[in-house]
């Protein structure tokens, strides 16, 4: 220890400098542990959930640090002041800082570790939902094009005079499925222009169908995603179908309000054969809007749906 003393005598011609040198030995040894703990301990024991083992192999740094620090503190001091030192003071000034400045830094990095993470996470799930929903959007083309080419079937069956009038309906929403609906989102005059397409063709088919289309306020300017409708308004169509001399009717209002977007679909039903075997078999784009809406719009959408001997109504609604 004389000897030691004698070494650091020859270096510290002042308290001040050696207060200095204290410092950047302390600090060394802080920043030191901290790095460790960073860069070794959190990701290889921490993250990876081995808990006992990280607080272990923290402990022991911290103690070493504390060992280290109070050691060189004690060696730099003159002898005379030896006695004058309050070791249990010294340790525990020496614990705080070390602990807290390793607190800190873990802190920091554990934060920003599990923020990155649920970046991570969100960007994998908007991903994944981007693909369910791209995957349920196509399956409703097949689906929408094998029902419209039945309908053409029937009117070419029939040597229909409207049968060419048909052909050029389809290729108008062959073309807006095939260009607009591949985007993520479209105007909602396009939509309505779409839907109002299909009716026509239906009604082609169809003499005894009668459809309503209202728009009550102004869509212009909205966005919508592509071939969100039509599914609803299909089932409408598909259900009215009667066997009977009734009239078949399907109404449709689309109300564009202030904080909330809402289709009311409205169409006659009948207890026939016709309309039985079409029920049994329409289930498919109904599930798959269902689950369409529920990734889009998981709360901030309402779907009602009300059945009668005369009516089959639909009411959706979506919150902006």
Do not use: W
Not at 49 to 67: A, N, P
Not at 91 to 111: N, Q, R
Not at 169 to 197: G, W
Not at 289 to 312: A, F, G
Request: with cysteine.
């Amino acid at each position: 220890m004389i000897y030691a003393d004698g070494i650091f005598d020859l270096i510290y011609y002042t308290q001040e400098t050696g207060d200095v040198l204290s410092y950047i030995f302390n600090l060394s040894c802080d920043m030191t542990m901290v790095y460790i703990n960073i860069y070794f301990l959190i990701p290889r024991y921490l993250v990876n959930k081995k808990y006992s083992t990280y607080l272990l192999m923290t402990f022991i740094g911290i103690v070493l640090v504390i060992v280290c620090v109070y050691g060189f503190n004690m060696v730099t001091l003159p002898i005379a002041d030896l006695e004058e030192v309050d070791h249990l003071g010294t340790i525990i000034e020496v614990s705080f800082y070390t602990v807290g400045t390793l607190g800190i830094a873990a802190a920091i990095k554990i934060t920003k570790y599990f923020y990155e993470r649920q970046q991570r996470l969100n960007e994998l799930k908007q991903s994944q939902l981007s693909s369910e929903v791209n995957y349920l959007k196509q399956q409703t083309n097949p689906h929408f094009l094998f029902n419209t080419l039945n309908s053409i079937y029937v009117l070419a069956k029939q040597k229909k005079a409207n049968t060419p009038a048909a052909i050029m309906l389809l290729s108008d929403l062959m073309r807006y499925q095939t260009y607009d609906a591949s985007s993520e989102k479209v105007p909602l005059t396009k939509e309505v222009e779409f839907l109002k397409n299909y009716l026509e063709l239906e009604k082609l088919r169809r003499d005894k169908l009668n459809v309503t289309f209202n728009i009550e306020g102004n869509i212009r300017g909205e966005l919508i995603e592509p071939l969100l409708f039509l599914p609803f308004v299909e089932n409408a169509v598909k259900h009215s179908a009667s066997t009977d001399e009734l009239a078949e009717h399907v109404s449709i209002t689309l109300q564009n309000l202030k904080n909330k977007l809402i289709l009311n679909v409205t169409n006659s039903t009948g207890l026939n054969t016709l309309n039985s075997m079409q029920k049994e078999n329409s289930g498919f784009g109904l599930d798959n809007v269902k689950k369409r809406i529920d990734l889009l719009y998981p709360d901030n959408h309402t779907l009602e749906i009300y059945e009668s001997d005369q009516n089959y109504e639909v009411k959706f609604s979506i919150i902006k």
